[in-house]
């Protein structure tokens, strides 16, 4: 897995002889598509349905005709007939030929005409037998460089050599809109003493940032003493408000991950990736734009998984985060 900045990406083989696109990490979507930048060329496993595909997202979209044809990932896991759209119109996605959906298979629902729900690459995987179970380990690495190599998805399992302890697993949330997603109940306290949310929200390897609902949002930034900057839109602090900061408490299931104030920092070496200024330090916690209490109260973006390790898990129905050995680390 690839680190581009401000999103994680894999290279993943379409078709035979296999061209390769570069294709955004989402556990936000199901949808599977190309052609954003680097164009689809039909090769001899590919076949048209003629079925239109339409997916918005909220920074982007995209719109185009569905294809089953053979995927491979990394190279090693090879899908056959795998559902993909293949894009006409694409907006909002620089950089990337388009995405790889790993979400739940009911996001899937309405977005191709005349078809009620696609299965996902993982889906596939297990119903071909490839994995023994529809679950995804993802591992991301905090970093000071863009383009590195730095995570790693494992398919049908997980891998003990990328975190620490146990896994902790919580069943997906069934709180309404985010029980349709990779939901999970957590509570957020800043320090020992100040608890900002206690509510559902969703993991989402397609978001950036840690977003937390308003009023949440608004208790963070008058405990941090953070002001707004107009340009990025994010929060930032003095090396002396950072020396004094508190880390953030997730707790999540029967287990309390701490959330360091370095954690909660963007990498300084990186600010120009956000339209930053160098030298500035910026807060990775932004708001969500609404209050809490509308079923969708967080979402738990890449900033916050380059600090655990994270399973997907379609078969039991939960989700599982997990220590890593840079879970404390001080690299931002």
């Not at 009023?215 to 953070?226: E, I, K, S, V």
């Not at 002396?240 to 959330?259: C, K, V």
């Amino acid at each position: 897995i690839h680190f581009l900045g401000v999103t994680y990406t894999l290279p993943v083989g379409v078709g035979q002889p296999a061209a390769q696109f570069t294709l955004l990490i989402d556990t936000g979507t199901w949808n599977s598509w190309v052609g954003a930048d680097k164009k689809y060329k039909q090769t001899s496993t590919s076949h048209s349905t003629r079925k239109q595909v339409n997916v918005t997202y909220g920074s982007g979209s995209f719109s185009g005709t569905e294809f089953q044809d053979q995927v491979s990932l990394g190279g090693e896991l090879v899908i056959k007939n795998q559902s993909i759209g293949v894009a006409s119109k694409a907006t909002g996605f620089q950089g990337v030929d388009g995405i790889l959906g790993i979400g739940p298979v009911d996001l899937t629902e309405g977005t191709v005409s005349g078809t009620p729900n696609v299965p996902t690459v993982t889906n596939n995987l297990f119903t071909q037998k490839t994995i023994p179970t529809q679950s995804i380990g993802i591992s991301f690495n905090p970093t000071t460089e863009s383009g590195t190599m730095n995570g790693e998805m494992t398919f049908g399992n997980t891998d003990s050599s990328r975190f620490t302890g146990s896994i902790t697993y919580v069943p997906i949330t069934k709180t309404s809109p985010a029980s349709m997603y990779w939901g999970i109940d957590q509570t957020l306290s800043y320090g020992q003493g100040s608890q900002l949310l206690q509510s559902s929200g969703i993991v989402d390897t397609g978001t950036t940032l840690l977003l937390i609902a308003t009023d949440a949002f608004q208790a963070y930034q008058q405990a941090t003493g953070a002001t707004m900057d107009q340009t990025t839109g994010l929060l930032t602090v003095t090396e002396d408000q950072l020396a004094s900061m508190e880390s953030l408490f997730f707790q999540i299931g029967s287990t309390t991950f701490e959330f360091t104030a370095n954690a909660q920092i963007w990498p300084r070496a990186l600010n120009s990736t956000l339209g930053g200024e160098a030298g500035k330090i910026y807060l990775i916690v932004s708001d969500l734009g609404s209050n809490s209490g509308q079923g969708l109260d967080f979402i738990n973006g890449f900033a916050f998984l380059q600090r655990f390790y994270s399973v997907y898990d379609t078969t039991n129905s939960r989700v599982g985060i997990a220590n890593t050995q840079f879970t404390d680390a001080t690299t931002n």
